[in-house]
């Protein structure tokens, strides 16, 4: 667990910003903050125990292929991924989404779960 509260030291966290003084919001943001982190945990024992029954890697931050990727590494490889929503006509609307490329896709297909419908992704749409 103490593994997991290092992240709240991180300068990115912006944790060092927050003043609160009534001790039922600091209870209240200890139980939000510990709730984060048990998600957290448990989405990354899902991935990596998911990329170890399919034995597949993907690549780390200097692109060499790991099957014990952190969550944040993921959550950084996520981002450029935009929903864009476009009006055709007064009543028709398309949304898709932008940045999906085939590492994404196979991440996304690793984590598996409500993932794959948030994405609207097939699973093993991608040689996963």
């Given amino acids: 667990m103490e593994r997991g509260f290092r992240s709240l030291k991180d300068p990115l966290f912006f944790v060092s910003s927050l003043f609160i003084k009534k001790p039922s919001r600091i ?32 690549p780390n931050q200097i692109n060499i292929p790991t099957a014990t990727a952190t969550l944040r590494w993921v959550f950084q490889c996520f981002e450029g991924i935009n929903l864009v929503q476009t009006e055709e006509t007064y009543d028709k609307t398309n949304i898709y989404l932008d940045g999906l490329d085939k590492i994404r896709i196979k991440i996304i297909n690793l984590i598996g779960g409500c993932s794959l419908h948030l994405y609207n992704i097939q699973k093993s749409s991608v040689g996963v």
């Fill in 27 to 58: 209870d209240a943001l200890l139980m939000i903050m510990s709730l984060s982190l048990l998600v957290y945990s448990v989405t990354q024992r899902r991935m990596r125990a998911s990329m170890e029954k399919a034995n597949k890697t993907i």
